[in-house]
């Protein structure tokens, strides 16, 4: 077994299989895709788009995922708050009763 670093699909960082390729060029692409948007395996937006997120809780994911990548956490974190509670009060509109503690 060797003693390399291994990426973060447990490949190690001299894999140039098709996935690594893909891993590597992706982060290169800062308006495609972001180096703060595709530090893991799973890159942002496949996950609001798999999951059907929709604005905000898309907004809240991608801020999230991106706090402790582009050197504004605080920032980062009141955002997703901003668009979690825009969402909450979005819910509790159409169902008054989800608004109950």
């Given at each position: 077994?060797?003693?390399?670093?291994l990426?973060?699909?447990?490949?190690?960082?001299?894999?140039?299989c098709?996935?690594?390729?893909?891993?590597?060029?992706?982060?290169?692409?800062?308006?495609?895709?972001?180096?703060?948007?595709?530090?893991?395996?799973?890159?942002?937006?496949?996950?609001?788009?798999?999951?059907?997120?929709?604005?905000?809780?898309?907004?809240?994911?991608?801020?999230?995922?991106?706090?402790?990548?582009?050197?504004?956490?605080?920032?980062?974190?009141?955002?997703?708050?901003?668009?979690?509670?825009?969402?909450?009060?979005?819910?509790?509109?159409?169902?008054?009763?989800?608004?109950?503690?």
């Open positions: 077994m060797s003693n390399q670093p990426r973060t699909n447990g490949h190690t960082q001299q894999c140039l098709y996935d690594c390729t893909l891993i590597l060029a992706r982060r290169g692409d800062a308006v495609n895709h972001p180096k703060h948007y595709t530090h893991g395996a799973i890159e942002t937006i496949d996950v609001i788009e798999d999951w059907n997120l929709g604005y905000h809780l898309g907004q809240v994911i991608k801020y999230i995922s991106r706090c402790d990548h582009k050197g504004k956490r605080l920032e980062d974190l009141k955002k997703a708050q901003w668009y979690l509670e825009r969402e909450i009060a979005r819910e509790a509109k159409d169902d008054p009763l989800q608004s109950l503690p």
